[in-house]
């Protein structure tokens, strides 16, 4: 599966983002999705996930102002971003789990000035 990240820019502290990620099929069977995060000198980190009990992980960093969602009919999941901070500037990738294969986006810069 193929997995196109878009949606990053340049946003002010306390500004808001929405990322998409389109996925080349049907993610209706793909439970494991989720966005990941890479900052300069820093490893990539999870960032928002719906795991395969079906439920939602978030970063502790951004619970309460970053929100996962998927559309399956669209076959895209999107990552809303509310009161974001510098330290949340990094590249952001999409992620999907499939059996025992892991894909991977090319990512999206996402950049907040203070």
């Known amino acids: 599966v193929q997995l196109q990240a878009s949606g990053g820019g340049l946003v002010q502290a306390g500004g808001s983002l929405r990322l998409s990620c389109a996925a080349s099929?049907?993610?209706?069977?793909?439970?494991?999705l989720g966005w990941y995060r890479q900052s300069p000198g820093k490893q990539r980190e999870m960032v928002a996930a719906?795991?395969?009990?079906?439920?939602?992980n978030y970063a502790n960093s951004v619970k309460g102002r970053f929100t996962i969602s998927r559309d399956n009919a669209k076959n895209t999941v999107y990552l809303q971003m509310n009161t974001l901070r510098p330290d949340d500037t990094a590249v952001y990738y999409c992620?999907?789990?499939?059996?025992?294969?892991?894909?991977w986006g090319q990512g999206t810069l996402v950049t907040v000035s203070s």
């Open positions: 992620n999907a789990v499939l059996g025992f294969v892991t894909y």
């Open positions: 099929r049907s993610i209706f069977s793909i439970i494991t």
């Open positions: 719906f795991t395969s009990g079906g439920d939602t």
